[in-house]
Antibody, heavy 119, light 110 residues
Framework: QVHLQESGPGLVKPSETLSLTCAVSGGSISSSNWWSWVRQPPGKGLEWIGEISHSGRTNYNLSLKSRVTISIDKSNNQFSLKLSSVTAADTAVYYC????????????WGQGTTVTVSS | QSALTQPPSASGSPGQSVTISCTGTSSDVGGYNYVSWYQQHPGKAPKLMIYEVNKRPSGVPDRFSGSKSGNTASLTVSGLQAEDEADYYCSSYAGSNNYVFGTGTKVTVL
């Protein structure tokens, strides 16, 4: 059974880069799945950030595209998110997910990690 | 792209049915049969309930059903149970390898 676990700093300063990693266990990240990142600001709804395929192809939310980079590390069975030039508006719970069904944001999700942008 | 529009709240008594709407445009909901629905309990990660408009992942009760007409998709929960009380979000493929979520609906079981 696939399990996902997000990790990274819980506090990031404004203008700096947010970096998170999603460790995949119980299955290979090199499977045919896509892998995604979704975030949720406090008390607000979900926002799709982007996705990466097992071969490294990426798709990003058009509104975040200039600041987002998603990468895959097959040797460590994990994928990562980098979001540059962060502001308080980027404060959110960040989730990683496996897209077990096409054209969805995920059928297996991590527990989420809270990132606060503050000086 | 703008978030899909959902009613902020919906409610029903145990055993009743509740239907949640999700309104988009011809560029997302109306243009593709790739609408999915997620259930989220407080403090928990979302759970996929419906994909491709009306398909259920294994393990999801058949009390949950989805449909679409034009630019509006709907999720119906039949035979409401206490554990169905949660936030529900729709999502749609929006073309150009992008996805958009709905604004979310809080379902209360009276």
């Amino acid at each position: 059974q696939v399990h996902l676990q997000e990790s990274g700093p819980g506090l990031v300063k404004p203008s700096e880069t947010l970096s998170l990693t999603c460790a995949v266990s119980g299955g290979s990240i090199s499977s045919s799945n896509w892998w995604s990142w979704v975030r949720q600001p406090p008390g607000k709804g979900l926002e799709w950030i982007g996705e990466i395929s097992h071969s490294g192809r990426t798709n990003y939310n058009l509104s975040l595209k200039s600041r987002v980079t998603i990468s895959i590390d097959k040797s460590n069975n994990q994928f990562s998110l980098k979001l540059s030039s962060v502001t308080a508006a980027d404060t959110a719970v960040y989730y990683c997910a496996r897209e077990g069904y096409s054209f969805t944001s995920g059928d297996v999700w991590g527990q989420g990690t809270t990132v606060t942008v503050s000086s | 792209q703008s978030a899909l529009t959902q009613p902020p709240s919906a409610s029903g008594s145990p055993g009743q049915s509740v239907t949640i709407s999700c309104t988009g445009t011809s560029s997302d909901v109306g243009g593709y049969n790739y609408v999915s629905w997620y259930q989220q309990h407080p403090g928990k990660a979302p759970k996929l309930m419906i994909y491709e408009v009306n398909k259920r992942p294994s393990g999801v009760p058949d009390r949950f059903s989805g449909s679409k007409s034009g630019n509006t998709a709907s999720l119906t929960v039949s035979g409401l149970q206490a554990e169905d009380e949660a936030d529900y979000y729709c999502s749609s493929y929006a073309g150009s390898n992008n996805y958009v979520f709905g604004t979310g609906t809080k379902v209360t079981v009276l």
